[in-house]
């Protein structure tokens, strides 16, 4: 079992707060109870009142759910961003790295650093994307690494969202609510803003334009529709960008260029934003059967007239496998240490790991290498020994599909739940942004919290609730 959780607000319980949460801490202190479940109830009804909702895979008769915020933000000193920051980057820089390598020269895979097998037999990894670098080089334009904390200055990076990743629109509407309600508590503290965030987005997509993009790009953001869990922000976002919200049959592809269809005639799209995963963007390419892609979008991609971004076959780097790697994959494209630590990682496909994993299951976090969502996954703590059992069956049947880390003892925030503030576990996702001219962050991210007591789970089907994340410029 970990030790006791760092509180990010009042360190392993000294009397006085952390320089950071000090002024939160008096704001706390000082505020009447009803004050702040006020203020919470209010929060649920801005947020229920603009629809900012999500939809859970397989729950065929659940209603569109809030994701509950919490309105006592998360704190980080510039100090503690900037550790951040330059490990983000430095990470992001060696996953498109690896991207570029592992479908073009495969220098990493011959010299062993990570076992071809992995990648090349990995159904993220996408043939079509073979020879084939996207504009500028760039594959991850916009990444979501999920950062857990264990101390003061210990960060670890639990997840690198390299394909689709969600959350933005929620780093944005958690700050914009926070200004509404809580004026008084953004008049104690200079807090970096986020709100540049679709600005530097749509900068970043326009520095990616493909070879044969002659005037300003026209950008798309393509969503497989009303129906899919993160609909909002895909509508969220093309509002903010300014650009048309698409669906697949609002597209199609002549002599190798894709258009848009509008009431003034076909319009040339020289980006898209996706948000449909690799499998359904090309039925000529990818599932025949696809109805939300478009036909030929491989084609127009391949020939110099289309970027698409995130790129196709950014999967096979958030495989979990893959990033049990990353130490290895940063300093063979960097020659540099890591910044942000893994968590530490027991492959189950390797026999020694394997026998480990087994006899320490009570104690252990087993995940799907191909998870996500908090799905498929066991948190040996917290297991009934029946469910233990069922896992290490699954275990040993299929040992390559799973991946294995210690429960760490995650650190906590204040947070305001029905019986007043208690510490909570969190994690932070921010978003990495690079283009052409480089890699940028907004200064923040999305906060995710585990609401339940002592729940280590995250994950907004899971149940978790979302915080704003302040980084202090004072």
């Keep these: 079992m970990p030790g006791p959780a760092f509180d990010e607000m009042t360190g392993l319980g000294d009397a006085l707060p952390r320089d950071a949460y000090a002024r939160i801490k008096t704001w706390l202190d000082a505020a009447p109870p009803d004050y702040l479940q006020t203020r919470r109830q209010q929060a649920e009804l801005f947020f229920r009142r ?9 729950d065929a008769q659940a209603d569109e759910r809030l994701i509950p915020f919490d309105i006592i ?58 020879g084939r670098p996207p504009p500028h080089g760039v594959y991850t334009h916009i990444a979501g690494i999920d950062i857990v904390r264990t101390g003061p200055d210990s960060f670890h990076v639990l997840e690198d969202n390299a394909r689709t ?16 309600l809580l004026p008084e508590l953004f008049d104690r503290h200079r807090v970096a803003p986020v709100d540049d965030y679709p600005e530097t987005l749509l900068a970043t997509l326009r520095s990616v334009a493909p070879p044969n993009c002659r005037a300003d790009p026209t950008i798309v953001v393509l969503t497989p529709g009303f129906h899919n869990s993160a609909f909002y922000e895909h509508s969220f976002l093309a509002d903010k960008l300014g650009v048309e919200l698409v669906e697949g049959s609002d597209l199609f592809v ?15 799209v020289d980006v898209v934003y996706r948000r449909v995963d690799d499998a359904f963007l090309d039925p000529l390419v990818f599932r025949p059967d696809s109805m939300l892609g478009v036909p030929g979008m491989m084609s127009a991609y ?38 942000l630590d893994n968590v530490p990682t027991w492959r189950c496909r390797e026999p020694d790991a394997l026998a480990h994993v087994l006899d320490h299951l009570p104690e252990l976090v087993v995940k799907e290498v191909d998870g996500s969502g908090g799905y498929g996954m066991l948190v040996g703590p917290h297991a009934t020994k029946a469910q233990i059992e069922s896992f290490a069956a699954k275990l040993r ?15 906590t925030c204040p947070t305001l739940v029905d019986a007043g503030v208690a510490p909570r576990h969190v994690d932070l996702r921010p978003f990495v942004l690079t283009g052409a001219n480089g890699t940028k962050i907004v200064p923040g991210g999305l906060t995710r919290v585990a609401l339940a007591e ?20 004072d």
């Design 165 to 180: 990743p969600s959350g933005v629109s929620y780093m944005l509407e958690n700050r914009e609510v926070m200004h509404r």
């Design 73 to 130: 933000p998360r704190v980080l000193s510039r100090k503690e961003w900037s550790k951040l920051e330059r490990g983000l980057i430095q990470r992001v820089g060696a996953l498109n790295a690896f991207l570029a390598d592992v479908y073009g020269a495969q220098e990493i895979l011959k010299a062993g650093i990570v076992p071809a097998e992995l990648v090349l037999r990995n159904p993220q990894y996408e043939l079509a994307a073979v």
């Design 302 to 339: 391949a020939c110099g007239n289309l970027t698409i971004a995130n790129a196709v076959g950014t999967g096979v780097s958030d495989d979990k496998a893959i990033y049990s790697y990353m130490p290895e994959i940063v300093r063979f494209y960097t020659g540099e240490e890591p910044l």
């Design 454 to 473: 002592g729940s280590l789970v995250v994950n907004s089907s899971q149940g978790g609730g979302t915080k704003d994340t302040w980084v202090l410029d």
């Design 50 to 58: 603009i629809g900012i909702t999500f939809a859970v895979y397989g």
């Design 397 to 411: 049947a299929n040992p390559d599909k799973f991946i294995a880390q210690p429960t760490l003892a995650l650190s």
């Design 254 to 268: 002549r002599e190798d260029v894709l258009y848009m269809r509008t009431t003034e005639g076909p319009k040339r």
